[in-house]
C-alpha cells in the first residue's frame, strides 16, 4: 500500500521533530524520526495495526510513542497519514 501525508500531518511531523531538537539534541530527534520511519514500514506491512478511532471515516490510530499518536486512514490502496498528535495536549483537537 502506497503512504501518503496530509499537509497537517507534515506541519505536525515538523513541530514535533523541531520541539525535540530544541529540547533534548539532535540525537534525540533522530531516534523520533527513525521510530516514525519504522512504524511506516510496518503500517505499510499491516494497515489495520492500529485502533479504530472513527469507525464510519475509517481513521485508525496507533501510539508510536509515550508521546505521539499517529492518526490515519486507509483508502482503497492508500494510507493517508492524518496528523501527529501529541498526546499530552487537549484531546479535542483529536483528528475526528
Do not use: C
Not at 495495526?49 to 490515519?72: L, M, N, P, W
Amino acid at each position: 500500500m502506497k503512504i501518503s501525508f496530509t499537509k497537517r500531518a507534515e506541519r505536525n511531523y515538523a513541530s514535533i521533530r523541531n520541539k525535540i531538537t530544541e529540547e533534548w539534541g539532535e540525537k534525540v530527534a533522530e531516534a523520533f524520526e527513525q521510530k516514525i520511519i519504522d512504524f511506516l514500514d510496518i503500517l505499510e506491512e499491516f494497515p489495520r495495526i492500529g485502533i479504530i478511532e472513527v469507525a464510519d471515516k475509517h481513521i485508525f490510530s496507533f501510539q508510536v510513542t509515550r508521546q505521539t499518536r499517529v492518526f490515519y486512514r486507509i483508502k482503497q490502496e492508500q494510507i493517508i497519514i492524518l496528523a501527529l498528535f501529541d498526546v499530552r495536549q487537549n484531546p479535542t483537537k483529536k483528528p475526528r
